[in-house]
């Protein structure tokens, strides 16, 4: 049996009076969803949901460790890069696409939420509270951290944030229409271009951005159904995204952007299996992880089921993909982060409602361990993905 990492009481859990982090740290923070069960191949609304959380934690050791957990919202719904670090790591981001309806608590409707946490606090806490747009998605900051984009799926619209310090301003939004869905927005090394996910009209828009002005320029490709999580290199040089597909059983793909030329262009597509959730890449830009559902959310009837899900290893070379590892990892998972040596990779267990620890080598994927989370893991990032 692998070992599993234990959290103490809830109460230590939610406020924790020490936080510490050394000065190798790397710091990773997942966003836990308390308002999902999957019951028999559902999404379901517990009763009485506890409130959702947000754990940090440290990837400069081996293995990874809990810093502290706090209380934020947050959801399952949109892609796990629903989470984004700052670059000096200094807070974090965390968007809620969807609450518990009101007006009826057997539901979800779409929320707004995002929250600025304080890393340096001790213990770490929320500082705001802000409304980006209905179904808050994907979330990142750029790279000089003075500006955050918000993909608001449910309302097809996209909200622009100023920072200063660790202080965010609502500085407008672009619409590209409500069908659009749009999923994630990920900037260039050179902060200067910003790429989005639209996955109700299968399109990925190219925006212009200068200093807090954010243009769409009206270029967009388009690869595969439903594009989704999306991820840029190190270099700049190439971007990979994965499509959520027809949710049918057949297999989906992920596409490859090369970045390099005017406009850039989908060159490369390779099959990775049933749902691909959640893209991560290696700080060097060398190794690309994909965290597939492979039918593990469906009723246990269902002919496409399965009963783990996949984590793959891909190897990039130039805008080449070659699956590299495969491992088999707990259902239903969602996103995953890479230590700063690309050795340690954590996947989001969300059934399970833990972190998966695997262990690569660059040829071979092991888990090693798991920490259990007080919720359901649904988004996770680190400043370098």
């Not at 710091?27 to 959702?52: F, R």
């Not at 989470?83 to 539901?107: C, G, I, N, R, Y």
């Not at 390779?270 to 890449?281: A, D, K, N």
Request: net charge neutral; hydrophobic share 40%.
């Amino acid at each position: 049996m692998l070992p599993m990492i234990t959290r103490g009481t809830a109460l230590a859990l939610i406020a924790l009076t020490h936080f510490a982090a050394s000065a190798d740290a790397q710091i990773a923070v997942s966003a836990n969803d308390n308002k999902i069960a999957l019951v028999d191949g559902t999404n379901t609304v517990p009763p009485n949901p506890a409130a959702d959380t947000v754990t940090i934690l440290d990837l400069g050791v081996s293995p990874p460790k809990v810093l502290g957990e706090l209380q934020a919202p947050s959801s399952v719904v949109g892609p796990p890069q629903s989470v984004a670090v700052a670059p000096d790591e200094s807070f974090a981001l965390v968007t809620a696409a969807m609450k518990v309806d009101p007006a009826d608590p057997k539901k979800t409707t779409p929320d707004d939420k995002l929250s600025v946490i304080d890393l340096k606090a001790n213990p770490p806490a929320v500082t705001q509270t802000l409304q980006a747009g209905a179904g808050a998605a994907g979330v990142s900051i750029n790279p000089a951290g003075t500006l955050a984009l918000v993909a608001n799926r449910s309302e097809g619209t996209l909200s622009v944030f100023t920072i200063a310090g660790k202080t965010l301003t609502a500085a407008g939004k672009l619409d590209f229409g409500k069908t659009s869905q749009p999923s994630h927005a990920v900037f260039t090394p050179d902060g200067k271009t910003a790429i989005v996910t639209r996955d109700g009209d299968h399109r990925v828009s190219l925006l212009a951005v200068d200093g807090s002005k954010v243009e769409d320029t009206k270029k967009f490709m388009v690869g595969g159904y439903r594009p989704y999580s999306i991820i840029i290199s190190p270099k700049g040089d190439v971007a990979v995204f994965g499509n959520q597909g027809g949710g049918q059983g057949d297999a989906d793909q992920i596409n490859v952007v090369d970045l390099k030329t005017s406009p850039p262009r989908v060159v490369d597509a390779i099959t990775v299996g049933q749902s691909p959730e959640g893209l991560s890449m290696a700080p060097d830009g060398s190794h690309i992880a994909v965290t597939i559902h492979n039918g593990s959310p469906r009723a246990k009837t269902h002919p496409a089921y399965n009963d783990h899900s996949l984590l793959r290893i891909f190897r990039l070379e130039g805008t080449k993909l070659t699956l590299v590892a495969t491992a088999k990892c707990g259902v239903w998972v969602q996103g995953s982060v890479w230590s700063r040596d690309g050795k340690t990779i954590v996947v989001q267990g969300t059934d399970a409602k833990e972190l998966q620890i695997f262990a690569f080598d660059g040829k071979e994927l092991k888990q090693t361990g798991a920490i259990k989370v007080t919720g359901s893991p649904v988004g996770i990032r680190t400043a370098m993905q």
